[in-house]
């Protein structure tokens, strides 16, 4: 059975930080790109961050410098390090995984930024 679990979502403050992350089970975690993608209310989907198997990454321009993705394979995890966040980076952030025609999506996790 295919899990994605993310956890560490929360209320802070702007200017703080917060780390995500992203259990997988149930697939070869290793073969998969994952994406950290994030829903505001009224708002479409976008794609927050990328990393590939192999580690490669690629971030939104909105979140470049700021947000940090990372996988730990021995964990079978994935990360979304937040720094320096902001009231607009407030939303639902969801783990996707893909491997061909193969496509996982997380329940999401609430991260809100206010004063």
């Known amino acids: 059975q295919v899990q994605l679990v993310e956890s560490g979502g929360g209320l802070v403050q702007p200017g703080g930080s917060l780390r995500l992350s992203c259990a997988a089970s149930g697939f070869t975690f290793s073969s998969y790109w994952m994406y950290w993608v994030r829903q505001a209310p009224g708002k479409q989907r976008e794609l927050v961050a990328t990393?590939?198997?192999?580690?490669?990454?690629n971030y939104a321009d909105s979140v470049k410098g700021r947000f940090t993705i990372s996988r730990d394979s021995a964990k079978n995890t994935v990360y979304l390090q937040m720094n320096s966040l902001k009231p607009e980076d407030t939303a639902v952030y969801y783990c996707n995984a893909v491997y061909a025609y193969k496509n996982y999506w997380g329940q999401g996790t609430q991260v809100t930024v206010s004063s």
């Open positions: 990393i590939t198997g192999g580690g490669s990454t």
